[in-house]
C-alpha cells in the first residue's frame, strides 16, 4: 500500500546499516467511542495496518475526554505509557514539562508540517522548539444543530441572535417539544457556557475572561448577562438531562424528540454516521454572534522503549498529518482538514461555512481557543472554571454570586 518519502528513507536506513525493520506497533489512546467517532478512527486504524502496523486500540469512553485523561495519568505514573495518545491544547506543554513526551521533529520536517499547517494550530503542537504532537483536525464547538422538520412545522428559523434563541425555545415547549438537548455533564456545561460568553460578549471579551482570566471581565456586567442566559437555557432542558451523553442528546434532536443541540461538530458526525443528511435532516448554523472556537484534537507520543513500537510513533504522525487520512477521517468525524491544502470538494455546506469563517475569524482576530476543551487553559484554570459553570447551572445559584465564585475559584487556581 501507500508508502510515504519518510517511512521509505527510514526502512532503507535501517536495512543499509545491517539491523532488521522493526514493524510498526502502536497502543493508541482515545476517547471516540460514539458512532461517527468509532468511525472516524477505523479510518487510522485502516490506514495504520495497510502500512504494515500493529494497531492496540485503548478506548476510554466518555465525551471531552476527562475518563481518558484520568486513564492516561495512572498509565503514565505506574511507568507504562501507551504510545500515542489523543492529547490537546496545554495539556500537550503540560506533559512535555514531565519529560514523558517524544520529540516528533524528524517526521514534522520530512513532511513538511509547517509549510501545510496554519501556524496558530502549528503552535499548540511544540513543546520549546520541537515538534511533540501531531493535529488530526480542525473542530468549530460554537455550533447549533437543529431537526429541520421540527423547526419547518413550528415556524422557526434558524436563530442568529440569542434572543431569537430563547423565542424560539418558548415557541417549541408551548408545543410540546424539548427545546435544547442537552447531557449535564460538566464538560457539556461548558461547551454550552463558552458558546454564550463568545456571543455575549464577543471575540476581545472572551479572550479576555476565558483566555487571559482577566478578573474584571470575569466579574463585568456581561458575565453576570452570561449566567443569565445559561439560567434561561437551564429551563429549556427536559428533566431528565443529568448525566446524559451527549450523543444521546444528539440522537434526541436526530428523532425529533428535541429541536436544538448546542455542540462541536463532532454532533455532525454522529449525524452522519446515523445516515442523516445537512439540509435535508438537520441544520448547522454557528451560535449567535461573531467569531471561531476551535478544537483540534491531535495525538502526542509518550516516550516509550523499542524500535517497533518507535517505529509506530513515526508512522501514526505521519499518517495523521498525511492529506488522505485528513480528508477520509474529517469527513466521517464531523471537523475539517487542519491542512490547508486539501481541497474541500467532498465536504458537505456545514463543513464549507466553518472553513469560510475560520478564515475570515483568523484575519479579524477572531480565531479563539476552545476553554471547555482544553484549548485554552491549563488543567486547573479550566477545571476552576468549569466547577462553577456546573454549580450554577445544577443549583439555583444567582448569577452575582456565580461571577464572584468565578473570579475567586481562578485566582486560587493560579
Ligand atoms: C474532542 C472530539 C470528541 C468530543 C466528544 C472533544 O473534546 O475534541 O474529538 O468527539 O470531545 O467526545
Known amino acids: 500500500m501507500k508508502h510515504t518519502a519518510f517511512a521509505a528513507i527510514s526502512a532503507i536506513a535501517l536495512t543499509a546499516a545491517g539491523v532488521a525493520v522493526a514493524e510498526p506497533q502502536a497502543e493508541v489512546l482515545h476517547w471516540w467511542t460514539s458512532g461517527g467517532e468509532a468511525k472516524s478512527v ?89 515538534w511533540c504532537a501531531a493535529p488530526v483536525n480542525v473542530h468549530r464547538v460554537d455550533w447549533i ?39 449535564g455533564q460538566a464538560w457539556q456545561d461548558a461547551t454550552v457556557f463558552e458558546t454564550v460568553v463568545l456571543g455575549l460578549g464577543g471575540p476581545e471579551f472572551f479572550q479576555q475572561a476565558l483566555v487571559d482570566l482577566d478578573p474584571e471581565a470575569l466579574t463585568s456586567d456581561t458575565m453576570v448577562a452570561v449566567f443569565d442566559q445559561m439560567r ?3 429551563g429549556y432542558v427536559d428533566d431528565n438531562f443529568s448525566g446524559r451523553d451527549w450523543n444521546l442528546a444528539t440522537a434526541m434532536v436526530m428523532n425529533g424528540e428535541a429541536a436544538f443541540q448546542i455542540m462541536g461538530d463532532w454532533a455532525k458526525g454522529e449525524f452522519l454516521a446515523a445516515g442523516k443528511v445537512p439540509g435535508e435532516d438537520f441544520l448547522c448554523g454557528s451560535t ?28 501514526l504522525a505521519e499518517l495523521i498529518v498525511g492529506p488522505s487520512f ?23 455546506d456545514c463543513a464549507h461555512l466553518s472553513s469560510e469563517d475560520m478564515t475570515a475569524s483568523a484575519e479579524g482576530g477572531a480565531l479563539l481557543p476552545s476553554y471547555a476543551h482544553g484549548m485554552a ?24 454570586d456565580a461571577v464572584q465564585m468565578l473570579a475567586d475559584g481562578v485566582a486560587n487556581s493560579m
Open 232 to 234: 434561561t437555557l437551564r
Open 42 to 130: 477505523a479510518v487510522l486504524q485502516k490506514e495504520f495496518a495497510d502500512n504494515g502496523g500493529t494497531w492496540t486500540d485503548m478506548p476510554v469512553a466518555g465525551g471531552g475526554g476527562d475518563a481518558a485523561m484520568t486513564a492516561l495519568r495512572a498509565r503514565v505514573l505506574s511507568g507504562n505509557a501507551p504510545t500515542a495518545v489523543q492529547l490537546k491544547g496545554p495539556a500537550i506543554q503540560e506533559w512535555y514539562e514531565e519529560g514523558v513526551l517524544a520529540d516528533i521533529s524528524s517526521v514534522a520536517e520530512a513532511e513538511g508540517w509547517a509549510d501545510v499547517l496554519p501556524e496558530q494550530i502549528a503552535e499548540h503542537m511544540k513543546c520549546e522548539g520541537a
Open 145 to 183: 444543530w437543529a431537526n429541520k422538520d421540527v423547526l419547518e412545522a413550528n415556524g422557526i428559523e434558524m436563530p442568529t441572535t440569542w434572543d431569537e434563541f430563547n423565542a424560539a425555545a418558548e415557541k417549541l415547549q408551548a408545543a410540546g417539544i424539548i427545546p435544547l438537548a442537552h447531557g
Open 377 to 400: 487553559l491549563r488543567g486547573a484554570q479550566a477545571g476552576a472554571i468549569t466547577d462553577v459553570v456546573t454549580a450554577h447551572f445544577n443549583s439555583d445559584m444567582s448569577s452575582a
Open 326 to 348: 485528513q480528508e477520509v477521517f474529517n469527513l466521517n468525524k464531523g471537523s475539517i482538514p487542519v491542512r490547508t491544502d486539501v481541497a474541500l470538494d467532498k465536504f458537505d
Open 288 to 315: 449567535p454572534g461573531e467569531g471561531f472556537l476551535y478544537n483540534v484534537d491531535s495525538f502526542a507520543m509518550f516516550d516509550v522503549k523499542g524500535d517497533d513500537k518507535k517505529a509506530g510513533q513515526d508512522l
